[in-house]
Nanobody, 115 residues
């Protein structure tokens, strides 16, 4: 019932920017705690950012000041604006409801940052 479709990843050089999108169905992004995660080879999945129903945002220390989470309530889409990218940001990025992570996951989108 929950469907998640991430897009917007790609290959960029260090210092570049990308904007990730997550098309969501089955849950309403404005009424749920929504999260972005990333998973790099050999590492566990890491919480990158979250946004609450009231708009409150949180970020991992490694991305604070560089990434911005947002949503479009009309299209029910979650976004992650990533600026000043670093090679250590290289990973597959996923979105999900923060309380729904034991359920459905989308395919993710690959972000590759070269030095």
């Amino acid at each position: 019932q929950v469907q998640l479709a991430e897009s917007g990843g790609g290959s960029v050089q260090a210092g570049g920017s990308l904007r990730l999108s997550c098309a969501v169905s089955g849950i309403i992004v404005s009424r749920n705690w929504m999260c972005w995660y990333r998973e790099a080879p050999g590492k566990r999945r890491e919480l990158v950012s979250s946004i609450l129903g009231d708009g409150s945002e949180s970020y991992a220390a490694s991305v604070k000041g560089r990434f911005t989470i947002s949503r479009d309530n009309v299209t029910n889409t979650l976004y992650l604006q990533m600026n000043n990218l670093k090679p250590e940001d290289t990973a597959v990025y996923h979105c999900n409801g923060c309380t729904l992570v034991r359920g459905t996951w989308g395919p993710g989108t690959q972000v590759t940052v070269s030095s």
